[in-house]
C-alpha cells in the first residue's frame, strides 16, 4: 500500500509564503514524476507544478517565478515552496506521484489527501 502524506498548508497574508511537503511511502519500486495540483472551490483540479526524477520542472504560468518545486529523491519526497502568495491562490494542494510498486511493475497515478491553503487579501 503506497501513501502519499502532505504537510504544511495554512492561513497566510497576501505576500507571503508557505512550503508544502509530501513524502511517499510503502512498498515501491521507483517513482517517476511528481508534483502538485490545486482545486479552488467551483474550479477543477489544475497542474501546479511537476518535476521529473531527473530534476526537470514544469509550471503553470500563473506561478511562474513566484513557486518553486523541488524533489529529494532519497526520501521520495517533493516540495512546493511558494513564495509572493496571492489570494488567488486559494486552494486545496493536493500531491500527485507515478509511483511504481512490487505488487504490478506499472506506474500508475497516486494522490495525497491534500492541504488547504488559504491567502487572505
Known amino acids: 500500500q503506497v501513501q502519499l502524506v502532505e504537510s504544511g498548508g495554512g492561513l497566510v497574508q497576501a505576500g507571503g509564503s508557505l512550503r508544502l511537503s509530501c513524502a511517499a511511502s510503502?512498498?515501491?519500486?521507483?517513482?517517476?514524476?511528481m508534483g502538485w495540483y490545486r482545486q479552488a472551490p467551483g474550479k477543477e483540479r489544475e497542474l501546479v507544478a511537476t518535476?521529473?526524477?531527473?530534476?526537470?520542472?514544469n509550471y503553470a504560468e500563473s506561478v511562474k517565478g513566484r513557486f518553486t518545486v523541488s524533489r529529494d529523491n532519497a526520501k521520495n519526497a517533493v516540495y512546493l515552496q511558494m513564495n509572493s502568495l496571492k489570494p488567488e491562490d486559494t486552494a486545496v494542494y493536493y500531491c500527485?506521484?507515478?509511483?511504481?510498486?512490487?505488487?504490478?511493475?506499472?506506474?500508475?497515478?497516486?494522490w495525497g489527501q491534500g492541504t488547504q491553503v488559504t491567502v487572505s487579501s
Open positions: 510503502g512498498s515501491i519500486v521507483s517513482i517517476n514524476t
Open positions: 500527485n506521484a507515478e509511483i511504481m510498486t512490487p505488487m504490478t511493475f506499472v506506474m500508475l497515478d497516486y
Open positions: 518535476v521529473g526524477r531527473g530534476g526537470i520542472t
